[in-house]
């Protein structure tokens, strides 16, 4: 039979326990603000992302991935890991309200620093200071930790990040707090609209230096071997779209749990797709959706989350 409707969302094509939705936090109260890079994402204060947490668990999300967006930057990114940091605050209430869910935090500097590197840099060489970064990623980490969080998730590519904050969590007693590894980070243009959102773009340089080289594979299976090695207990290839390859290789390579994290340009994209007629939100998402299940992702890290929860709510 010819179908006239419209393919309505398949239902098979993916589950909401395997997405992972973004959330932005700040200081406030009442607030939701526009992020007009990536329409349909805001800024919260932490009272309204908690209301927000309660919408999405309505329509069955459970697995939230938190993003701090600091009032103040400094050299050192010290908002990142002092005292009830802004992520620790909002991951402490959201625990506090809703035992059902989990809770992944990001863990790095580039939101935080006043240079908008993702490590500590050398006033002098303007290099990373390797050892250092790792010590303030550790800090970060830990206080997310005792907040609450079941997950961490560094994301600032420094060498051996994972295993400094397995460390620092077992010492310090969070032997339950497992940690999602940005494994094969791309040094990509994908993540423009993203670092509007914090104003986090570097002030100078690039991140060529510690994000990976989009030219060659052979050093993303390797920091995905790396990171397995020293205990990630989830893995990740981002972005996604451009690098599905990379995604069905490293499912293929290794029998661990995997995220692709479809990012800000790949969802801004669609969004302008949407506004300029090209093509119908919902089909397109299920498309995108549906490839990067088909590469091999365990789950999916999208800002298209929610749409797709109602999407499947409504049927
Ligand atoms: C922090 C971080 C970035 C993203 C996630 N964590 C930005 C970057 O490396 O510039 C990008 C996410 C997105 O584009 O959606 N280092």
């Given at each position: 039979?010819?179908?006239?409707?419209?393919?309505?969302?398949?239902?098979?094509?993916?589950?909401?326990?395997?997405?992972?939705?973004?959330?932005?936090?700040?200081r406030g109260i009442g607030l939701r603000e526009d992020i007009p890079?990536?329409?349909?994402?805001?800024?919260?204060?932490?009272?309204?992302?908690?209301?927000?947490?309660?919408?999405?668990?309505?329509?069955?999300?459970?697995?939230?991935?938190?993003?701090?967006?600091?009032?103040?930057?400094?050299?050192?990114?010290?908002?990142?890991?002092?005292?009830?940091?802004?992520?620790?605050?909002?991951?402490?209430?959201?625990?506090?309200?809703?035992?059902?869910?989990?809770?992944?935090?990001?863990?790095?500097?580039?939101?935080?620093?006043?240079?908008?590197?993702?490590?500590?840099?050398?006033?002098?060489?303007?290099?990373?200071?390797?050892?250092?970064?790792?010590?303030?990623?550790?800090?970060?980490?830990?206080?997310?930790?005792?907040?609450?969080?079941?997950?961490?998730?560094?994301?600032?590519?420094?060498?051996?990040?994972?295993?400094?904050?397995?460390?620092?969590?077992?010492?310090?007693?969070?032997?339950?707090?497992?940690?999602?590894?940005?494994?094969?980070?791309?040094?990509?243009?994908?993540?423009?609209?993203?670092?509007?959102?914090?104003?986090?773009?570097?002030?100078?340089?690039?991140?060529?230096?510690?994000?990976?080289?989009?030219?060659?594979?052979?050093?993303?299976?390797?920091?995905?071997?790396?990171?397995?090695?020293?205990?990630?207990?989830?893995?990740?290839?981002?972005?996604?779209?451009?690098?599905?390859?990379?995604?069905?290789?490293?499912?293929?390579?290794?029998?661990?749990?995997?995220?692709?994290?479809?990012?800000?340009?790949?969802?801004?994209?669609?969004?302008?797709?949407?506004?300029?007629?090209?093509?119908?939100?919902?089909?397109?998402?299920?498309?995108?959706?549906?490839?990067?299940?088909?590469?091999?992702?365990?789950?999916?890290?999208?800002?298209?989350?929610?749409?797709?929860?109602?999407?499947?709510?409504?049927?």
């Amino acid at each position: 039979m010819l179908r006239t409707k419209k393919t309505r969302p398949r239902k098979g094509s993916v589950s909401i326990d395997e997405l992972i939705y973004p959330l932005f936090v700040k200081r406030g109260i009442g607030l939701r603000e526009d992020i007009p890079s990536m329409p349909g994402v805001f800024r919260f204060s932490p009272d309204i992302l908690v209301q927000e947490v309660s919408e999405l668990e309505k329509v069955g999300l459970r697995r939230f991935l938190v993003f701090g967006v600091p009032d103040e930057k400094d050299w050192q990114g010290s908002n990142a890991y002092k005292e009830n940091n802004i992520v620790s605050e909002s991951v402490y209430s959201l625990k506090a309200r809703f035992s059902n869910i989990s809770i992944i935090t990001d863990v790095c500097l580039c939101a935080y620093t006043s240079h908008g590197h993702c490590g500590v840099v050398n006033r002098g060489s303007k290099t990373i200071d390797n050892l250092a970064t790792l010590e303030l990623l550790a800090n970060m980490a830990l206080s997310h930790a005792q907040a609450g969080a079941d997950f961490v998730a560094p994301s600032a590519m420094a060498k051996n990040q994972v295993k400094a904050i397995r460390s620092a969590l077992d010492e310090n007693g969070y032997t339950q707090t497992k940690i999602l590894g940005y494994s094969a980070k791309f040094a990509s243009n994908f993540y423009g609209p993203f670092r509007a959102v914090a104003n986090s773009a570097p002030k100078f340089g690039d991140r060529r230096g510690y994000q990976l080289d989009y030219t060659k594979s052979e050093s993303a299976l390797a920091k995905i071997k790396q990171d397995i090695k020293e205990g990630a207990d989830i893995v990740m290839v981002k972005p996604s779209l451009a690098y599905l390859d990379i995604v069905r290789d490293v499912k293929n390579k290794f029998n661990h749990p995997l995220a692709v994290y479809n990012v800000s340009g790949e969802y801004a994209a669609v969004k302008d797709g949407v506004k300029n007629g090209f093509w119908d939100e919902r089909e397109i998402v299920f498309e995108i959706i549906s490839s990067i299940k088909r590469a091999g992702a365990d789950f999916i890290i999208t800002y298209h989350a929610k749409d797709i929860a109602s999407w499947l709510k409504r049927g």
